[in-house]
Nanobody, 123 residues
Framework: VQMVESGGGSVQAGGSLRLSCEGS????????MAWFRQVPGQVREGVAA???????TYANSVKGRFTISRDNAKEMLSLDMNSLKVADTGMYYC??????????????????WGQGTQVTVSS
C-alpha cells in the first residue's frame, strides 16, 4: 500500500489550496479514506473523511470551507480547501483503511498513511 500526497504550499489567509493523494497497491474503491493534519507538538487531528460509499464527515472547524472527494477510477483522494485560516496550517496526511471505519476522524481507525504535505497559511 502506498499513498502519496501533493498540492501543499504557502498561501495567505482567505486563499485556497487543493490537496491530492494518489493511492496504489490496494483496491482503492473499497477503502475508507481521510485527511488528517498535525502541527508540531500537537496531536494529529481528523479533518475530513470519505467512506467507500461516498459518505463524508468533516471536523467542525472546516465545515463549509473544505470538501473531500474521491475518484476511484484514478485512485485519487482530494481535499479542496477554501477560505483558509492561519489555524489551518499544518502537515496534512491522507490515510486509509479497508473498512468499515466507525469513528471516521480518529487516527486509530486508519492503518495506512502517506508521508504528508505541508500547508502554511499566513496572515
Amino acid at each position: 500500500v502506498q499513498m502519496v500526497e501533493s498540492g501543499g504550499g504557502s498561501v495567505q489567509a482567505g486563499g485556497s489550496l487543493r490537496l491530492s493523494c494518489e493511492g496504489s497497491g490496494f483496491t482503492f474503491s473499497t477503502y475508507d479514506m481521510a485527511w488528517f493534519r498535525q502541527v508540531p507538538g500537537q496531536v494529529r487531528e481528523g479533518v475530513a473523511a470519505i467512506g467507500s460509499d461516498g459518505k463524508t464527515t468533516y471536523a467542525n472547524s472546516v465545515k463549509g470551507r473544505f470538501t473531500i472527494s474521491r475518484d476511484n477510477a484514478k485512485e485519487m483522494l482530494s481535499l479542496d480547501m477554501n477560505s483558509l485560516k492561519v489555524a489551518d496550517t499544518g502537515m496534512y496526511y491522507c490515510a486509509s483503511y479497508p473498512g468499515p471505519v466507525i469513528n471516521h476522524l480518529a487516527t486509530w481507525e486508519y492503518r495506512y498513511w502517506g508521508q504528508g504535505t505541508q500547508v502554511t497559511v499566513s496572515s
